[in-house]
């Protein structure tokens, strides 16, 4: 079974440019969740998708991020203008259920991608 | 709200020998769960062991062990016998199950290096 896979790995860009990252979460798992660290700091949530649908937002810093999951299979994040502070490793993990007290519903990861904003 | 500390940014363990990794948390949900995932060099978060609030017995998988006190609100990753291959970053992270919210909240990570 294929894990998460994000798109691209590395992604080098000017302040004020557009970045668009991609997330391919494991098939079948319905909840998909963005996270990025900072560098140096913790690893933080931005958003969490259950399909096709934002369950939870609360994490995305600003307007200029916005986060699409169309049909429910693959998800973007895109950065519009980027800023040098988004500089820092952008994270995807898929989870098949919600999880529960009884049933943790493992958060599987991609391997990230690293963003530069120059 | 919840949150994670993890107060050893760099440890170092000789191969073969144990290592503890602290994580302390707080939360005032009742239904929590805690896990510690390894990142390596290579960058993929790999998911390690997971303890669940309400669990009688600490966890276990493997090498790794989870050293679960609740009343102290700790969560230490025990490693034993530790190879070459554990150097990584560790990272303690909790999930609350009450609320609809099910994202990770994670500490800041411990940096371990085994030394030959």
């Known amino acids: 079974e294929a894990g998460v896979t994000q798109f691209p790995s590395h992604s080098v860009i000017e302040k004020g440019q557009t970045v668009t990252l991609r997330c391919d979460p494991i098939s079948g798992h319905d909840n998909l969740y963005w996270y990025r660290r900072v560098m140096g700091k913790e690893i933080k949530f931005l958003l969490h998708f259950v399909k096709e649908s934002k369950q939870d937002e609360s994490g995305m810093p600003n307007n200029r991020f916005l986060a699409e999951r169309t049909g429910g299979t693959y998800s973007t994040l895109k950065v519009q203008p980027a800023e040098l502070e988004d500089s820092g490793v952008y994270f995807c993990?898929?989870?098949?259920?919600?999880?529960?007290?009884?049933?943790?519903?493992?958060?599987?990861f991609g391997p990230g991608t690293r963003l530069t904003v120059l | 709200a919840q949150k994670i500390t993890q107060t050893q940014p760099g440890m170092f363990v000789q191969e073969k020998e144990a290592v503890t990794l602290d994580c302390t948390y707080d939360t005032s949900d009742p239904s929590y769960g805690l896990f510690w995932y390894k990142q390596p060099s290579s960058g993929e978060m790999i998911f390690l062991i997971y303890q669940g609030s309400y669990d009688q017995q600490n966890a276990t998988e493997g090498r790794y062990s989870l050293n679960f006190q609740k009343a102290r609100k700790s969560a230490n990753l025990v490693i034993s016998a530790s190879q070459l291959g554990d150097s990584a970053m560790y990272f303690c992270a909790m999930r609350e199950f009450s609320g609809s919210a099910r994202q990770l909240t994670f500490g800041s990570g411990t940096q371990l290096t085994v030394l030959p």
């Open positions: 993990a898929s989870s098949q259920g919600l999880g529960g007290a009884g049933s943790y519903n493992e958060q599987f």
